[in-house]
């Protein structure tokens, strides 16, 4: 008798498919919160293969900052027209007319913790019970404490030490009124699986991960993208690089890698020789050893 056996792709992509449709049996209105990073990207993709032929039964929903790469709006209009799903924007822009939240100054200001108020409002505005994010255990610390179900407390805060067990794959979603759950289904995969996902399944992703040439500013160990937002500081200087992106978030403090990796086979050979991880250049995460954590518990993604 021949035995049937999955590569660890196929086991990835099946345990993620299982958990989304988990989710969509426990949950009344579920989201996926798509920023239009890779990871969030390969999570809307295993949503269309778990419920292929049907359409995504989940809306999308986005924080807009306002200081988004302009790359990344345009990748995640495209997709939404293609996909013929709902998207949800929320808007930092709006949170900040409106009061809900205060403007950073200074040079390293940043509207990336200003996203919880933002974020926490659309899915008590849109009456949202889980939202599905592209997290992973090996990008970060904090994430590699989430659970696949993390729960959230009716103030949408994530308490770390409070979180319900996950034996032989059940996963528990009740909640009592108010409160929601994160669900992260390729929480197992590693950036060099999400990376070799991406070349099997032919997944298109947005340029700024690949080689080019950008205006940028060397600060805080890395190359930040020169904008309008940017501001320079005495002895800085706005030189051209050809570089890449690993991770994406606002234009003001997601930093890039000097890079020729204009492909995704070669960006694949430079992630197996990495040895920092990709939220390395990443600015916000730099304020404190706990920042990421300290966000988390305070409703971040």
């Not at 049907?54 to 200081?67: C, N, Q, Y």
């Not at 090996?138 to 404490?145: C, S, V």
């Not at 407390?153 to 067990?165: A, S």
Request: hydrophobic share 35%; glycine share 6%; aromatic share 10%.
């Amino acid at each position: 008798m021949s035995k049937y056996y999955l590569n660890y792709l196929d086991e990835l992509e099946s345990e993620a498919i299982f958990i989304m449709r988990e989710v969509w049996a426990q949950f009344q209105n579920p989201v996926i919160l798509f920023s239009g990073g890779k990871d969030s990207i390969v999570v809307t993709h295993l949503a269309r293969k778990a419920f292929y032929p049907s359409k995504i039964p989940f809306a999308l929903m986005h924080v807009d900052t306002g200081h988004n790469f302009p790359e990344t709006i345009k990748f995640r209009d495209d997709l939404i027209d293609g996909l013929g799903v709902r998207l949800i924007v929320g808007s930092v822009q709006e949170s900040i007319d409106q009061g809900r939240v205060a403007e950073e100054k200074g040079k390293n200001a940043t509207r990336n913790a200003l996203q919880i108020t933002t974020l926490l409002d659309a899915i008590e505005t849109n009456k949202v019970d889980c939202a599905i994010g592209g997290g992973r255990r090996d990008e970060e610390k904090a994430r590699a404490k989430e659970r696949f179900f993390s729960h959230r407390d009716d103030f949408g805060q994530w308490d770390p030490k409070n979180q319900r067990p996950e034996l032989w794959n059940l996963f528990n979603g009740k909640q009592f009124e108010g409160e929601h759950f994160r669900v992260f289904p390729i929480s197992n995969w590693t950036e060099m699986d999400v990376w070799n996902y991406i070349k099997r399944e032919n997944i298109k992703i947005p340029s700024l991960y690949f080689a080019h040439e950008r205006e940028v500013v060397w600060r805080s160990n890395s190359w930040i993208p020169n904008s309008e937002f940017l501001k320079l500081d005495e002895g800085e200087e706005v030189v051209t690089k050809k570089i890449r992106f690993r991770t994406l978030g606002d234009i003001t403090i997601t930093g890039g890698i000097e890079s020729n990796a204009d492909t995704v086979e070669k960006i694949a050979q430079e992630v197996a020789a990495m040895r920092q991880t990709e939220r390395g250049n990443r600015s916000d995460d730099k304020r404190s050893e706990t920042a990421m954590e300290d966000r988390k518990k305070q409703g971040y993604f």
